[in-house]
């Protein structure tokens, strides 16, 4: 298994991982396949969206936040629900297409490492079969 490790620098933020993982695939030498990536946190999730216009992702955590507001009235006692439940809701694995050598996003995609309750260190799993 490989993975990827990035460090997020702010409560909330959608770190754009794209690069790191095609190096990934790259160095791997596979021309064809599938990549699964998965994110071994509870309080952090991966998705696929545009990358291009970065108010794209700043929309979706806006949203996000107002739906599932940081406080509330919440049981976990840790403080971060809102950060449990944004993770599940976006989930946390992604399959993505290895073609050519490279991964097979469309033009304005971007895979992003959510992240809801930072700064901390976040892994992303990744299995190229
Ligand atoms: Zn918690």
Redesign the pocket.
């Known amino acids: 298994m490989l993975f990827i490790e990035t460090k997020t620098n702010k409560r909330e933020s959608f770190v754009n991982i794209t690069d790191l993982v095609n190096a990934l695939v790259e160095t791997s030498g596979k021309k064809d396949g599938i990549c699964i990536l998965y994110v071994p946190h ?2 952090a999730a991966i998705t696929i969206n545009e990358s291009a216009d970065p108010d794209v992702v700043r929309d979706i955590t806006q949203k996000l936040g107002e739906l599932i507001p940081h406080r509330g009235n919440y049981a ?1 006692s ?1 403080g ?2 809102d ?2 439940i944004k993770a599940s809701i976006i989930g946390n694995s992604r399959i993505v297409i290895i073609e050519n050598g490279r991964l097979a996003l469309g033009t304005w995609e971007g895979i992003f490492l959510c992240e809801f309750d930072g700064p901390r260190t976040r892994k992303v799993f990744i299995k190229l079969l």
């Open positions: 509870t309080t976990h840790e971060n629900s950060a449990h």
